[in-house]
């Protein structure tokens, strides 16, 4: 296992399309993170899960956005009908218990045109 | 509103030179992280301060924590070009599961 994956890396959308985007965290770490992070600011919770439970989710995560973590596994973050305010890297991260220390994914920078 | 900052958000420095990146938080957590984010890269791992007095060392950077004041530190010697990059320092609310970040310094170190 090489670490956190995340894809696509890219995404250029015209506002009002649907995008989706997939985590694969580290086989053995149970909890897993969405972030976002905009341009010269720092990363922003969205969400988190512990195994397939989603148990916390951020103001910021409005109506349109949705994430799932069917097994436990990999998980995938939904924008629907994208807004260019939606313009952003988002950040998958992944750990394991209460162990301290996140391991991010590489990202996915979302351009809505 | 939880809060940490960051000062300074930028910093200009010779090679060779010291300085010191500071990171206040309002929350009570006796954690703190240190990451380094270059540009267009994700966020890579440089220290986890777990307790009050912490101090941790890698290289020409060292991080200390003193949670009675709510201050961490990230102090940087002998500057090279190669540490270029943002720094950010995030601490976990009561929650433990999240992480609330700074804005970031950006360090640019001229050869």
């Known amino acids: 296992d090489t670490g956190v994956s995340q894809d696509p890396r890219h995404k250029i959308t015209k506002r009002g399309q649907n995008v989706t985007f997939r985590c694969d965290p580290i086989s053995e770490h149970n909890r897993l993170y969405w972030y976002r992070q905009t341009l010269g600011q720092g990363p922003e919770f969205l969400t988190y899960?512990?195994?397939?439970?989603?148990?916390?989710k951020s103001r910021l995560l409005s109506d349109r956005f949705s994430a799932e973590r069917p097994k436990g596994s990999f998980s995938t973050l939904e924008i629907q009908r994208t807004e260019q305010g939606d313009s952003a890297m988002y950040l998958c991260?992944?750990?394991?218990?209460?162990?301290?220390?996140?391991?991010f994914g590489s990202g996915t920078r979302l351009t809505v045109v | 509103e939880l809060k940490v900052e960051q000062n300074p958000l930028f910093l200009s420095m010779q090679e060779g030179k010291n300085y010191t990146i500071y990171c206040n938080y309002s929350?009570?957590?006796?954690?703190l992280y240190w990451y380094r984010q270059d540009p267009g890269k994700s966020l890579e791992s440089l220290f986890v301060?777990?307790?009050n007095g912490a101090v941790k060392q890698e290289g020409r950077l060292m991080a200390s924590l003193d949670t009675k004041a709510r201050l961490s530190t990230l102090h940087i010697t002998a500057a090279v070009h190669d540490l270029s990059a943002t720094y950010f320092c995030a601490s976990p609310p009561d929650s433990n599961y999240q992480l609330i970040w700074g804005a970031g310094t950006k360090l640019i170190i001229k050869p």
């Open positions: 991260a992944s750990s394991l218990g209460a162990k301290p220390g996140y391991t």
């Open positions: 899960f512990q195994n397939e439970a989603q148990l916390e």
């Open positions: 929350t009570t957590s006796d954690r």
């Open positions: 301060l777990l307790s």
